[in-house]
C-alpha cells in the first residue's frame, strides 16, 4: 500500500515537473513562444482537481519519505538510498521560494506572473534566485529519474521503453535548462535595453514583501523542524535498542564486520563487495537473494514483503532477501545467489524462465557468467 | 614477492606522477588562455569607424616613412642574428637578465601590495562584470556541468553493464589484462569526453560577454581537471576493486593515496584556477598599475599553495608508501625505505626547484627542468608499472603449475601412501625448478623499451615547445641550432629505436639459445640443433645491419652526402661478388643446407667417399670428423648430394650360417627370447625401436643355410646392440646344442684302402684350391 500509494503520487509529481520542463524548453525558440506554451502545459494543474491532485501528492510522497526516514534503522545507506533522501531534503528548501512567489505573490503584489517578469526576476533582479532555480532543477529531476527508472526496470516493458526513456531523460530537462539560459539571455538583454528605471518601491511593497519573506521562511523553517523531530523521534525510537556487530562471511573468502542494524545489501556495498540489487533494495526484484549457510544467532523472520517475494521465486527457507534482512548481532555464513552483473531475465520467477531453477545452481563464478 | 615490494616505492611515483602531469596539462589548459582571448578579440571584425581609421593611417605619406624604415631596421636586425652568433647570444642573455630584474622588483612589491589587493580586485571586478553577472555565471557553470553530467549518465546507461562485467571477470592472461584495461580506459575516458563535449561543447555553442565567457570557461576547465584527475586516479588505483589495480597496493593504501592525490591536485587546480581568474580580470581592464599588482600577488600566493600541496603531499605519499612496508622483513625494507627517501629528496628539490624558476619567470626554463627532472621518476615509474603488469600474469600461470603440482601430490597421496608421495613431487618440482625462466620476457623487455621511446621522445618535444620553437620548422631551417636540433633529435629516435629492435631480436635469439641443450652421448640431436648453428649468425648480421643503418641515417641528417657511400659500398659488393662467388655460393648453400634441416651437429653422415659425425659448422664449410679421427672439411658450395646416417630409425641386419640339419623353430624361439631379454635390458631398452627378431631362413648355400636376424633401432644405438647381441645369440646357440656351420671342404676318394701320406698331401693340395677360391671375398665394411 505504501509503495503504491508512493509511486503514484511520485509519478504524479514527476509527470508536473516534466510538463513545467517541457514548456521551459520553449525558450531556446523565444519569449514568446514561451509564454504561448504555457497556457497547454499547465492546462491540467490549474484545475481545480489537477491542482488537488498536486498538491496532495506532493503533501502525500513527502509525508511518507518521512515517515520512511523514521523507520531507517542506521543512516548508513547505499549509495542510491543517500541520493534520494538528500535530494527529497533539499527539494523543498530550494522549491518554497519559487512555489510561494508565483502562487503567493501573485495575489499579495497583484500581478500576474509571466515568463518574462520571472525570468526577469530570476536573470536580473535577483540571480541568486536563477542560480537556485537551476539547481532545483537538477535535484528534483535527479531524484524523480532514479525513483522511476528503479520502478520501471521491474516491469516486462521495460526493454522497449528503455529505449525512449533513457534519452528523453537526459533530454527534457537539458532542453529546459538551455531554454532557461537562452531565455535569460533574452530578458538580460531586454533589461539592458530598457532605459526605463523603476521607481523606488513605496512602503507599502516593502511592508508587503517583508509579510511575504516571513511566511517563506517560516514555512522553510517549519520544514526543518519537521525533519529534525523526524529525526528526533527516530533516535528516540532506536534508544531502546542496542546493535551488535555482526559479521558476514561469503563463501567466495570475503568478511565483513558491519554494526548491528544494517541490512546485508547496505554492508556489502559499503565494503565494495559488488552485489545484484535491480530493484535497489526495495525487496521486489530477489536479485539480491543469498542462502544462509549458517547463523549463530536467530535471524528476524521475513517481512510481509520479502516473504511475498520469496515465495513468487519460490525460494527455500535459507534464502533470503539481503536487502531486508536486518541482522542485529552475531555471524552469519552466507552466499550470494546470483552473480552481480546479473541481468534483468533474473526478474522473471523460475517457472516464466527458460533456465529453470537458478536458486539451487552455485554460486556462478565471475569468469562463467561472463561467457 | 620481494620484487613485487621493491616497486612499491616506484609506485608512489606513479601516482605523484599521474598526479603532477594532469596538474601540468591542467596549467597548460589554462595558461594560453590569454592568448586564446586575445585571439578571441582579434577575431571579432573591426567596426566601420576603425577601418576607415586605418585607412586614413596607412595613407599617410610620414606613416608610411617610418614604417618603411622599421622595416628596414627589422632587416638590418636579423642580418647580424644570424651571422654574429656570439652576439645574439650575448643580447640574448642580458635581456634574460633584465627580465629577472624586474621580476625581482615586482616580487619585492608583492609583500606591499597584499593588503589592497582584495579591495582593488573587488573594484575591478565590479567594473568589468554587470551587476548580478558573478552569480549569473555560477548560474550557467551549474547548468552546463549538469548538461555534461547528463549525456555522462546517459553514456554510462548504456555502457556500465559492460563496465561491471569488467570489474567482475579478472583475465589472468597478458592479453586478456592489457585488453581489459584498455577497454576499460575506453569506457571511463569515454565518459569524461561526452562530459567535456556536453558541458563546455554546449557553453560554447551560445555567445557570452567575453570576460563572463573567460570565468565560465575557467570554471567549467576547473571541475573538468578535478574530474580528469580522479578519473585518471581511479584508473590507476581502482580503490574499490583489488583485481582491477594497476599498482601494486592493498586496498586501505590504494584509498589513502586516491585521496592524498585528489585532495593535492584539486587544491593546486583551484590555486591556479583563481590566479588565472584575476590575471584574466586585470588584463580585461585597462589596469592600473596597481590592480595588476595585485593580481600578481594573487598569482604569486596560487603559486605558493600549489608549492605547498605538491611537497604535502610527497611527503604524505612517501609516508604511506614506507608505513606499507613494516610488514617486510629488515632488510628489503631498509632498502625499500632508503629508496622512497631517495625519491623523495629528488622530487622535493626538483619541485622547489621549478617554483624558483617560476618565481623568477623563467617559464623557458622552467619547463625544461620539470620535464626533464621528471623524466627519470617517469621511466621509473613505466618500468615498475609494465614489471608489476607482466608479474601478475606470471605469478598466475607459475601459480597454476604449483596447484597442478599440489593436485598431483594429492592424488599420488590417495594412491601409494606418503612415502611415494614425497618421491614423486621431487621429480616433478624438478623440471618446474629448471624452467625458472618467466614466460614474458621477451614481451616485457620489448614493452619497457618501447614506452621508454615514446616518454623520451615526447618529453622532448615538450621542452622543445616549451622553448617556443616548432621542432619541425626548426629542424628544416638552415641555422646552426636548427641542424644541431635535427641531427639530435634524428640521433636520439635512430638510436632508440634500433636499441628496440636489437633489444628484442637479441633476447629473442638468446632466449632460443638458452632452450638449446646439445645432444648428450650417443644420442641424436634435435631440431634445435639447427637453430643453434644458425641464431649466432643471424643476430651478428642483424647487430652490423643496425649499425650501419643507424650511422648512415646520422650521417646523412648531419648533412653528409651518404649517396656515394651506397654507390661505394655498391660497386665494391659487386666486386667482391664476383671475385668471392663460390664463397658466396658456399655461404648460401650454407643456408639452405640447413633450411632443409639436412644434417645438425653431431649427426653421421655421408657426403660422396666422405663419412663422419658432423662436429661444427662455419660460415662456408662444414667440418667432418671420421670415426677413425680424421676431419674432413667440405665447402658447402660442394655438397650435391648427402647421406644421413642418424636420422630417425636404422635397421641392422645378422646373418648366421647354420648347417641344413638345425632345429629352425628352436633357433626362432631363442632368438625371440633373447629379444625379449634384450628389451627389457635398461642398457638397451632405450636404444631399440623394434626389438631382435628371426626372419628365419634367408637363403641356402652350398654347405649350410643363412639364418636372419634383424632389428630396428635409434641411429647411433645399433652398434652397441649388435655386438652383445651377437654374443648373447652365439651364447644361446651353444647352450642349446646349435652348432654353427663351419667350413669344410670335403674331398671324395674313390678308393677304400687307407691312403699314403703322399696320397694325403694331394688331397689337401687339392682342397686347398676351394679354400683359398672362397677367402678372396674383400674386407668388411667401414664401420665405427
Known amino acids: 500500500m505504501t509503495r503504491t500509494l508512493r509511486i503514484v503520487t511520485g509519478i504524479i509529481l514527476f509527470v508536473f515537473v516534466a510538463t513545467h520542463l517541457l514548456n521551459m524548453a520553449f525558450g531556446l525558440i523565444s519569449l514568446e513562444a514561451l509564454e504561448a506554451a504555457r497556457f497547454y502545459f499547465s492546462l491540467p494543474w490549474t484545475n481545480p482537481v489537477g491542482f488537488l491532485l498536486l498538491a496532495g501528492s506532493m503533501l502525500i510522497h513527502g509525508g511518507l519519505g518521512l515517515v520512511a526516514i523514521y523507520w531507517r534503522n542506521t543512516l548508513q545507506m547505499t549509495r542510491y538510498d543517500l541520493l534520494q533522501t538528500v535530494s527529497a531534503l533539499l527539494i523543498v528548501p530550494l522549491l518554497a521560494s519559487h512555489v510561494l512567489g508565483v502562487t503567493l505573490a501573485a495575489n499579495m503584489f497583484s500581478m500576474v506572473p509571466s515568463y518574462e517578469s520571472v525570468l526577469t526576476f530570476f536573470w536580473v533582479q535577483a540571480p541568486h534566485e536563477g542560480l537556485r532555480q537551476a539547481l532545483v532543477v537538477a535535484v528534483t529531476w535527479i531524484h524523480g529519474c532514479a525513483g522511476l527508472f528503479t520502478w520501471m526496470r521491474l516491469k516486462p516493458w521495460w526493454n522497449r521503453a528503455a529505449v525512449v526513456a533513457y534519452p528523453l531523460a537526459v533530454l527534457i530537462p537539458v532542453s529546459a535548462l538551455l531554454g532557461f539560459v537562452e531565455a535569460g539571455n533574452e530578458v538580460i538583454a531586454l533589461s539592458a535595453a530598457s532605459t526605463v528605471q523603476s521607481a523606488p518601491p513605496s512602503a507599502e511593497i516593502i511592508a508587503k514583501f517583508q509579510t511575504y519573506n516571513t511566511i517563506l521562511w517560516s514555512v522553510i523553517g517549519g520544514y526543518v523542524v519537521l525533519v529534525v523531530a523526524t529525526l528526533l523521534a527516530r533516535m528516540v525510537r532506536l534508544s531502546a535498542s542496542k546493535p551488535g556487530i555482526v559479521t558476514l562471511s561469503y563463501l567466495t573468502g570475503d568478511t565483513i564486520r558491519t554494526e548491528g542494524g544494517v541490512s546485508l545489501l547496505e554492508a556489502a556495498e559499503a565494503h565494495d563487495l559488488p552485489h545484484a540489487n535491480i530493484c535497489k533494495g526495495r525487496g521486489r526484484c530477489a536479485t539480491c537473494r543469498v542462502r544462509i549457510i549458517s547463523s549463530s544467532e536467530e535471524l528476524p523472520p521475513p517481512s510481509e514483503i520479502e516473504q511475498k517475494t520469496l515465495d513468487r521465486f519460490e525460494c527455500p527457507d535459507n534464502i533470503r532477501l539481503a536487502c531486508q534482512l536486518v541482522p542485529m548481532s552475531g555471524t552469519i555464513e552466507l552466499e550470494r545467489v546470483l552473480p552481480p552483473d546479473v541481468g534483468l531475465d533474473a526478474l522473471r520467477p523460475p517457472s516464466h524462465q527458460v533456465k529453470t531453477d537458478v536458486d539451487n545452481e552455485p554460486e556462478v563464478p565471475a569468469e562463467a557468467a561472463a561467457t | ?784
Not at chain 2, 734 to 746: D, Y
Open chain 2, 1 to 784: 614477492m620481494t620484487y613485487l615490494r621493491s616497486l612499491l616505492s616506484i609506485f608512489a611515483l606513479v601516482c605523484l606522477l599521474g598526479g603532477v602531469l594532469p596538474s601540468v596539462g591542467l596549467a597548460q589548459t589554462l595558461l594560453p588562455q590569454v592568448s586564446s582571448d586575445e585571439v578571441a578579440v582579434a577575431d571579432e571584425p573591426p567596426s566601420p569607424n576603425d577601418v576607415k581609421e586605418l585607412i586614413r593611417l596607412l595613407e599617410d605619406q610620414r606613416i608610411k616613412n617610418w614604417l618603411e624604415k622599421g622595416a628596414e631596421g627589422l632587416s638590418a636586425d636579423e642580418a647580424p642574428e644570424s651571422q654574429v652568433f656570439g652576439e645574439g647570444l650575448k643580447s640574448q642573455f642580458s635581456a634574460t637578465l633584465d627580465r629577472t630584474r624586474e621580476r625581482a622588483r615586482l616580487l619585492q612589491g608583492v609583500w606591499r601590495h597584499l593588503p589592497d589587493a582584495p579591495a582593488l580586485l573587488a573594484a575591478e571586478w565590479r567594473e568589468s562584470i554587470a551587476p548580478g553577472g558573478t552569480v549569473r555565471s555560477l548560474t550557467y557553470v551549474l547548468i552546463f556541468l549538469f548538461i555534461g553530467g547528463g549525456l555522462e549518465w546517459l553514456y554510462r546507461q548504456y555502457t556500465s553493464a559492460r563496465l561491471l562485467r569488467l570489474q567482475l571477470t579478472h583475465p589472468v592472461s597478458l592479453s586478456g589484462r592489457v585488453r581489459a584495461a584498455l577497454s576499460r580506459a575506453l569506457l571511463i575516458f569515454g565518459g569524461l569526453a561526452v562530459f567535456t563535449l556536453g558541458s563546455i561543447g554546449g557553453f560554447l555553442s551560445f555567445d557570452w560577454n567575453p570576460f563572463v565567457e573567460e570565468l565560465v570557461l575557467i570554471l567549467l576547465l576547473l571541475v573538468l581537471a578535478l574530474r580528469a584527475i580522479a578519473t585518471v586516479s581511479m584508473f590507476f588505483l581502482a580503490p574499490r576493486v583489488r583485481e582491477l589495480r594497476l599498482a601494486p597496493f592493498d586496498s586501505p593504501l590504494a584509498k589513502q593515496l586516491h585521496i592524498t592525490l585528489i585532495i593535492a591536485l584539486s587544491v593546486m587546480a583551484v590555486a591556479l584556477a583563481v590566479s588565472d581568474v584575476f590575471s584574466e580580470l586585470t588584463e580585461e581592464g585597462a589596469g592600473l598599475a596597481e590592480v595588476q599588482a595585485s593580481a600578481f600577488s594573487v598569482s604569486i600566493f596560487a603559486g605558493l599553495i600549489c608549492l605547498a600541496a605538491a611537497l604535502l603531499a610527497i611527503w604524505r605519499i612517501a609516508g604511506l608508501v614506507k608505513a606499507g612496508s613494516d610488514q617486510l622483513d629488515e632488510e628489503v625494507a631498509s632498502a625499500h625505505n632508503q629508496r622512497v627517501f631517495k625519491w623523495r629528496l629528488y622530487l622535493s628539490v626538483l619541485t622547489l626547484v621549478t617554483f624558483v624558476l617560476w618565481l623568477f619567470a623563467a617559464t623557458d626554463l622552467m619547463w625544461t627542468v620539470l620535464i626533464l627532472g621528471l623524466l627519470p621518476a617517469a621511466l621509473a615509474l613505466i618500468q615498475g608499472w609494465v614489471n608489476y603488469f607482466f608479474d601478475e600474469s606470471e605469478n598466475y600461470l607459475l601459480g597454476q603449475d604449483q596447484e597442478a603440482e599440489e593436485s598431483a601430490e594429492g592424488e599420488v597421496e590417495a594412491i601409494e601412501g606418503e612415502a611415494g608421495a614425497v618421491e614423486l613431487v621431487e621429480e616433478v618440482a624438478e623440471p618446474s625448478e629448471a624452467d625458472e625462466r618467466r614466460p614474458y620476457d621477451t614481451v616485457r623487455l620489448v614493452t619497457i623499451r618501447f614506452l621508454r621511446i615514446v616518454l623520451v621522445i615526447s618529453s622532448v618535444l615538450i621542452v622543445l615547445a616549451a622553448w617556443g620553437t616548432d621542432v619541425f620548422s626548426l629542424a628544416e631551417s638552415p641555422t646552426f641550432y636548427g641542424k644541431i636540433t635535427s641531427v639530435i633529435v634524428e640521433l636520439i629516435v635512430a638510436v632508440l629505436i634500433a636499441d628496440l629492435i636489437w633489444t628484442w631480436a637479441k633476447a629473442a635469439i638468446d632466449r632460443r639459445l638458452a632452450d638449446y641443450k646439445p645432444p648428450e652421448g650417443p644420442q641424436a640431436p634435435g631440431p634445435e640443433a639447427r637453430m643453434a648453428t644458425l641464431l649466432p649468425l643471424l643476430r651478428v648480421i642483424l647487430l652490423v645491419t643496425l649499425v650501419v643503418m643507424v650511422g648512415l641515417s646520422i650521417l646523412s641528417s648531419a648533412g653528409v652526402n651518404i649517396a656515394p657511400l651506397i654507390a661505394g659500398a655498391g660497386v665494391l659488393g659487386v666486386a667482391i661478388g664476383f671475385g668471392a662467388q663460390s664463397l658466396v655460393k658456399d655461404i648460401v648453400s650454407g643456408i639452405f643446407f640447413l633450411v632443409d634441416d639436412a644434417f645438425r651437429v653431431g649427426e653421421y653422415i655421408e657426403i660422396g667417399s666422405l663419412r663422419g659425425v658432423v662436429e661444427g659448422m662455419s660460415i662456408r664449410s662444414l667440418r667432418l670428423r671420421h670415426h677413425l679421427g680424421a676431419v674432413h672439411t667440405i665447402p658447402f658450395g660442394e655438397l650435391s648430394s648427402l647421406t644421413n646416417y642418424s636420422r630417425d630409425w636404422v635397421i641392422l641386419r645378422m646373418e648366421f650360417r647354420v648347417p641344413f640339419e638345425t632345429d629352425i623353430k628352436l633357433v626362432k624361439k631363442l632368438i625371440k627370447r633373447i629379444g625379449a631379454e634384450m628389451l627389457e635390458d635398461p642398457m638397451y631398452k632405450d636404444g631399440f625401436i623394434q626389438p631382435l627378431k628371426s626372419q628365419g631362413v634367408r637363403r641356402m648355400e652350398e654347405f649350410n643355410m643363412v639364418v636372419g636376424v634383424k632389428f630396428m633401432a635409434k641411429p647411433g644405438e645399433q652398434w652397441i646392440i649388435r655386438r652383445d647381441a651377437y654374443q648373447k645369440i652365439v651364447n644361446a646357440f651353444e647352450a642349446n646344442g646349435i652348432r654353427l656351420a663351419e667350413r669344410n671342404v670335403k674331398v671324395q676318394v674313390v678308393s677304400d684302402r687307407p691312403l699314403t701320406d703322399e696320397e694325403q698331401e694331394a688331397v689337401v693340395g687339392a682342397a686347398q684350391d676351394a679354400v683359398e677360391q672362397k677367402q678372396a671375398a674383400g674386407p668388411p665394411p667401414d664401420e665405427p
